[in-house]
T-cell receptor, first 112, second 110 residues
Framework: NAGVTQTPKFQVLKTGQSMTLQCAQD?????MYWYRQDPGMGLRLIYY???????DKGEVPNGYNVSRLNKREFSLRLESAAPSQTSVYFC???????????FGAGTRLSVL | QKEVEQNSGPLSVPEGAIASLNCTYSDRGSQSFFWYRQYSGKSPELIMS????GDKEDGRFTAQLNKASQYVSLLIRDSQPSDSATYLC??????????FGKGTMLLVSP
């Protein structure tokens, strides 16, 4: 049972490049989330998907897009990466919106 | 306006002592409260959840909730060096999701 799997684990981009962060969960959870974590800023919600077929903006959505591909998978896309998007990105899932969230191992992204 | 506040620390305690971690929140309608532990370079993992006023104990950990004071705390008894980590408080607020505090770093010295 892998839980929440994120790929890649590390990535270095140049300013203006695009990339997609992948997330998959095998717990049959309805809700999935993308967070970024920066030093001194805590975990901030970027986007979430309460259920398959729905997505909503969180606290810091600018510069990102998401796709809930199916119940298992929720991807985060950076269309034109900026140095301000250098961060650690975590995907999480939960049975429902107010339930315990389980986190993936994270993606460490550097934008030069 | 901060919605979930924690003292950033570090909170330093000797091995065997009780560590007390505190969290305040602003949304009186909050219903779900969680404590996560995060080791350096790792992802957050759930320690405790609490949904009603009072105390909830799980092994060496006790979560305390006071909705009237909008306050939730985590007590760690018989602290061990392996408890050294950052502890994140999470509360359901806007968006019907969880808002995390910035975390309190705990250092347990042998």
């Amino acid at each position: 049972n892998a839980g929440v799997t994120q790929t890649p684990k590390f990535q270095v981009l140049k300013t203006g490049q695009s990339m997609t962060l992948q997330c998959a969960q095998d717990m049959n959870h309805n809700s999935m989330y993308w967070y970024r974590q920066d030093p001194g800023m805590g975990l901030r919600l970027i986007y979430y998907s309460a259920s398959e077929g729905t997505t909503d903006k969180g606290e810091v959505p600018n510069g990102y897009n998401v796709s809930r591909l199916n119940k298992r998978e929720f991807s985060l896309r950076l269309e034109s990466a900026a140095p301000s998007q250098t961060s650690v990105y975590f995907c999480a899932s939960s049975e429902r919106g107010l339930d315990i969230q389980y986190f993936g191992a994270g993606t460490r992204l550097s934008v030069l | 306006q901060k919605e979930v506040e924690q003292n950033s620390g570090p909170l330093s305690v000797p091995e065997g002592a009780i560590a007390s971690l505190n969290c305040t929140y602003s949304d009186r309608g909050s219903q779900s409260f969680f404590w996560y532990r995060q080791y350096s370079g790792k992802s957050p993992e759930l320690i405790m959840s609490i949904y009603s006023n009072g105390d909830k104990e799980d092994g060496r950990f006790t979560a305390q909730l006071n909705k009237a004071s909008q306050y939730v705390s985590l007590l760690i008894r018989d602290s061990q060096p392996s408890d050294s980590a950052t502890y994140l408080c999470a509360v359901n607020t806007r968006y019907s999701t969880l808002t995390f505090g910035k975390g309190t770093m705990l250092l347990v010295s042998p």
